[in-house]
């Protein structure tokens, strides 16, 4: 079975400095990962997919994420945030956007000045 | 520009009572998605339909019907609301590339 770990529940980072948000899948076939953001009251928007091919992805808003097979990780992160970074992140494991998707349970961004 | 639409997007009702939430999609996508977010749990799945006339059961689909009579529609009905399905309620359609959430409809069951 399809399975998404995201360990951090919460972090706390300062304006400015850098962030990695952590998730681990398990999947039996290649995996077509995804993540998205949630701001509060809000529904979800992507930030970046990972289906194949390099495995750097660039998403929306300065944010990366590095495809990892061999640790089954698909790792999310930005070099500086801002304010407005503070949403809550979900991690997502399935075979395409059109196929159903199995999430993380989340990890809660706060930005502190 | 295409959307995904949820009503309502507040309601609350009484232990046993029927309710149906809304999902519309002007995507044109086949594939539609049902999810609830708990606290704790992240997103998990209810029923997903691949067509009209197709439903299936996901993850947490006791307690829960769709069906689905037109490409741009998939209602989500709880038979008898349970206070166990209080809950955030997100509708979501899906290309190859990316699937689209709907706003979310939050369900208080008394």
């Known amino acids: 079975a399809q399975s998404v770990t995201q360990p951090d529940i919460h972090i706390t980072v300062s304006e400015g400095a850098s962030l990695e948000l952590r998730c681990n899948y398990s999947?039996?076939?290649?995996?077509?990962l995804f993540w998205y953001v949630q701001s509060p009251g809000q529904g979800l928007q992507l930030l970046l997919k990972?289906?194949?091919?390099?495995?750097l992805v660039q998403g929306i808003k300065g944010f990366e994420a590095e495809f990892k097979r061999s640790q089954s990780s698909f790792n999310l992160r930005k070099p500086s945030v801002h304010w407005s970074d503070a949403a809550e992140y979900f991690c997502?494991?399935?075979?395409?956007?059109?196929?159903?998707?199995?999430f993380g349970t989340g990890t809660r961004l706060t930005i502190i000045p | 520009d295409a959307e995904i639409t949820q009503s309502p997007r507040h309601k609350i009702t009484e232990t046993g009572r029927q309710v149906t939430l809304a999902c519309h999609q002007t995507?044109?996508?086949?594939?539609m998605f049902w999810y609830r977010q708990d606290l704790g749990h992240g997103l998990r799945l209810i029923h997903y339909?691949?067509?009209?006339?197709?439903?299936n059961k996901g993850e947490v689909s006791d307690g829960y019907s769709v069906s689905r009579s037109n490409t741009e529609d998939l209602p989500l009905t709880l038979e008898s609301a349970a206070s166990s399905q209080t809950s955030v309620y997100f509708c979501?359609?899906?290309?190859?590339?990316?699937?689209?959430f709907g706003p979310g409809t939050r369900l208080t069951v008394l």
């Open positions: 979501a359609s899906g290309s190859y590339n990316e699937q689209f």
């Open positions: 999947y039996g076939a290649t995996p077509y």
């Open positions: 990972y289906f194949s091919g390099d495995t």
């Open positions: 997502a494991v399935g075979a395409g956007g059109n196929e159903k998707l199995t």
């Open positions: 995507w044109n996508h086949n594939n």
């Open positions: 339909s691949y067509g009209v006339q197709d439903t």
